[in-house]
Structure formats: C-alpha cells, structure tokens
C-alpha cells in the first residue's frame, strides 16, 4: 500500500474508532489514538495475513499487549476483513464478541486474549519460538504500551527472547509517556528504554510512531539484524492528534460528549487526506 | 504410615511421566516441553538427551513459561510444562487463566511434586491449593493420577486432547493399583473396591492410603467401597451420587486443603443431589509443619487407621 494511502488507512480507523468509543460511551481513546498508526503500519503493509483464512499456519502474528485498545483493533480487523465493518457498531453492546479486551476464541484475526498487562510478550516469544523450531519464515509482532513495561513478566520475557536469539520477533513499545492514572515519569519510571532493551541483547530503534513512513521502515524484513529480537520504541502521543485529548492523561479512558466528538471528529476530517 | 509397607513395591510417578512423554514425542514432533530450570526435578533429562531442541528451558520464570507455552501452542506445538506444582499455579494463575484457559490454548500443564511431596521444605513449597485455584477455571481437565499406570495413561491422554489439562503429579512412592494396560478416561472414576456401608473417595497419593483402610475396615466387617477420582473437573458426578445413594456415607481423603479441593467438589454434588453424612480429609486449612509428606498425611489423619477412624466415626452419622 503506498504511503499516502497508509496515511489514509490511519485516519479513517481513527475516526471509526472515536465514533464506536462515542456510541458505546466507553473506551480507552487516548491509547487507541496513539496505537492506531503502528497497527495500520503492521496490517496494512508489513505483516502477512489473510481474512479469509484467519487460522493460516504461516500467517505472520500480532499480539496486542495493551488488550484495553481493543477496539482500535476491531476497526482495524474490520479494515482489513476479518469482521464486518458494520459490526463495530456492537462494541461493548451485551452479548457482542466486541468486548472490552480481544478474545481469540470469538473474534478472527484475534491471537491470544488480552487484558491482564504484562502477558502478550511472553505469548509472542512462545510463537517466534515455534516458528524457529519449524523453520518457518514467519514473523511474530506484539505491542505493549510503555507503563505495560512495569510488569516483571515482560522482563522475563525480554531475557528469554535474547536467549532463544529471536530475530523473527518485533516488539513494539506505544511510548506515549502516560499510563492510567498519570504519566509514566511520575509512576515508576521505566524510560529510558532504549538503553535497558539494549543491555538485555535486543536490537533497538527509536522513532515517531505517528510518522507512517519510519513505522513501515522499521518494521520491514531488511532491518533485521540476525540472531537478536527487536525492539521499536515508538514515541507516540496519547490522544493524537485530536488536540484536546493529546498528552492528556484524563483521555486515557475519557468518553468525549457530543459537543467534544463533533471537535475531534470535524479535527479528523480536516487532517483526511 | 502405620500399616506394612515394602518400599521395594513403591513407585516414582516421575519415571512413567517422562518415559511416557518421551515416547510421544518420539511420534510426534509438535511435542515440546517447557521448564523453568526444572529439568532435574521433572525428570526431564532423558527428554533433553534425546530432544534437545524440543527442551524449551526458560529459566526461573513460571509467568512467562506459561506464557511462553500459550505461545508454542498458537504456533501449532503441543507444550508439556513441567515445573513444580506450587510455582506452576501460584505464581504463575493469572497467565494460567488468561493465556491457557480464557484463550482456549491446547497446553499441558504438568504439576510436579504436588501436595505434600517437598515435605519439610515447607508450606512454601507444598502444593495443597492448586485443585482450589485451576478448578476455579473453566476450559482445563484436572488430572491427579494415582499410580505409575494411570500416570502413563493420563499422559497419553493429555497429548492427543485438543485443549487444556492440569495433570497433577506426586513424587511420594506409591504401589501400582491399576492394571498395566489401564485406559484413562477423563471424569470417569474407577470404582477400585466394591463395597456398601461407607464410600472413600481418594486421588493422588490417597488412593493408596484408601485402599489400605478399607482393608482394614474389612476386618472390622465394614464394607468400604473406594472410588479412585482422578478427574476433579470435570467430576464423575454419577459416580458420586450412586456412591451417595448406594452406601449413604462418603468419606474424601486429598493431599490438598480441604478448603476447595476433591472433598468439596464431592460435597457439591452431594449436597445439590443426594445429601448424606461427609467427611472431607486433607489439610485442615493451615500451614502444616515441619515433617516428610508420609508424616504430613499421617498426623492430618490420613494414615490407614485415621481413614478407619474416620470412616467409622462418619457411619454413626448414617440416618
């Protein structure tokens, strides 16, 4: 897919997603808006799947750490495919496979169920290690956010990749510098990362996680270097870019109203290519 | 124990679990094991001789082991990890539930040195609320075999299920109580010893001990029947009300707490369909001290002639 059309792709899952947040008055918005790009760089240009054949052994996989973005990846998913596009008007209504966090039992193209932070890592270094086991080429991605990194398990997990030498693995960090209830500075601060993924044996690269051609960069095959797992530090903006929600940590899970949606929507639109 | 033992005639379950596992992966390449620096006290070194690339040690890292497990299994493997039972569960219960039993994932949960089996290591190294914490969970076949053969048996079993199972193993000696060629069926009890004034229901390391009393309630002309109930979940519901209806007292013996385990599944189902008198044994809802498993389960009243006392203190109960 070519760049503008990437760009596009984002813009159009950002406004879906802020609709389906809107109607369903729940959500976690800010973190979705700072997921959206990097999961429109994985589904639309660097990963291998088919909705036709979600179960496809070869298909590349993509866990999403921060479960509580589920639905950036349902409008995704149904971006790509994988659900009908008219579903995510379900989100969170009862008895919707659209939950609040992926289940990989109800919804296609889902990999492993998510919520608890801390878990989707190991789970990814357990399906790079199959495919080295296999020889088989395909590829393992998983997003965590970055106060997700305060979670022990991911360091267990970070250690064990380096181990196994797992250069089909891609993780990706949605660093936009905020958990829940503040920002990640103030919390326990786990930045800088790059420097720790470093010391633990991983190949490390920073960059704006909103600029759609260093994420299709990053991501490509050519950039991996043999025998080490890598590491994408994506400096992301929580909220972004609708301008009330950026860098604030209230949008974390903040519901907009309708004079807000009709702001972020009419800001979306503006910046549509 | 207060009744004669040859130790010659006791059995590591350990052996028949790795010398089964290991023939299974002989067969099938998809078989992996997972460990956490465990693979001494798993047994798992003649796995590692022979399947050195199948043998995924992650090191002292239960969250992630599991993970990890969750992982080879969405990557079409067939993962046996093999870790001690406390870690196993406690540590590790969340990834248990979100990545094994919530996500639907097709791993081998392998509990080793369950229940009491660390003895004088202590309270935290025993394994006595593991049945409580993966009952709780739907979506995982618990498992606790009761001699080598049903060991075997259970691990075959587990490797051709398309889905989760906790198989809960011991390290205590125990004699062979089944047949060699035993067939394990999931949530069918095996009714080892026919009898109709008292049922004792045992699993694990217990069943043993069970037998043992009820052949000493023999001698007293008490008729015990024994029911060996590897299956905790799902449970021989039938099984139980029959035992229920037919000998009207059932007595449970667990190397477990009493606290959501063998005993209180049974009493669930009595309870809601056939209520009789009950007498749940295991540990009674403390830290037990210091002391091996045999003495553990003796002084807890699971000796041969604590399950006789028991049982005889219970049938006074009967209507």
Known sequence: MELSELIATANRIKRRDLQAVFEAGAGHIGGEMSVIDILTALYFHAMTVDPANPLDPGRDRLVLSKGHTACALYVTLAEKGFIPKDEVSTFLQPLSRLNGHPNRVKVPGVETNTGPLGHGLPVAVGMAKAAKLDNAAWRTFVITGDGEMQEGSNWEAIMCAAQFRLDNLTLIIDHNKLQQGASVAETNNVAPLAPKLDAFGWAVEEIDGHDMEQLCASLNTASVISGKPKCIIAHTHKGHPISFMSDEVKWHHGVPNAEQYKIAMAELEEIAP | ?319
């Open chain 2, 1 to 319: 124990m207060n009744a004669p033992l040859d130790i010659a005639t006791l059995h590591d379950c350990r052996d028949a679990f790795s010398q089964t596992l290991e023939a299974l992966a002989e067969e099938n390449n998809d078989i992996v094991t997972v460990c956490n620096d465990s693979v001494g006290s798993s047994k798992m070194s003649g796995f590692r001789d022979r399947f050195s690339e199948r043998l995924i040690n992650v090191g002292i890292a239960e969250q992630n082991m599991v993970g990890v497990a969750a992982g080879l299994a969405n990557g079409g493997k067939i993962p046996f990890v093999c870790c001690a039972s406390p870690f196993l569960t406690g540590r590790a219960l969340e990834q248990i539930k979100a990545d094994v039993a919530y996500s639907e994932t097709n791993v081998k949960l392998c509990g080793i040195s369950s229940g009491l089996a660390y003895g004088d290591l202590g309270p935290t190294h025993h394994s006595i609320e593991d049945f409580a914490w993966v009952r709780a969970l739907p979506n995982i076949t618990i498992v606790a075999p009761s001699d080598r053969s049903e060991t075997a048996a259970a691990t075959k079993w587990a490797a051709h299920h398309d889905g989760a199972v906790f198989l809960r193993l011991s390290r205590v000696g125990v004699p062979d109580l089944l047949p060699d060629d035993h067939t394990f069926i999931p949530g069918k009890a095996d009714m080892l010893r026919e009898g109709k004034d008292v049922t004792i229901i045992a699993n694990g390391v217990l069943t043993h001990r069970a037998l043992l009393a009820a052949e000493l309630l023999s001698n007293n002309n008490v008729s015990a029947r024994v029911l060996n109930m590897a299956t905790v979940r799902p449970l021989d519901t039938d099984c139980i009300v029959k035992a229920a209806q037919e000998t009207g007292a059932i007595l449970t013996c667990e190397e477990h707490t009493i606290f959501g385990g063998l005993g209180s599944a049974v009493a669930e189902v009595v309870v809601e369909t056939c209520p009789v008198p009950m007498k749940r044994l295991g540990v009674p809802g403390i830290f037990a001290p210091t002391g091996s498993a045999n003495f553990l389960l003796d002084r807890f009243g699971m000796s041969p002639q604590g399950i006789v006392e028991s049982a005889t203190a219970l049938m006074m109960k009967k209507a």
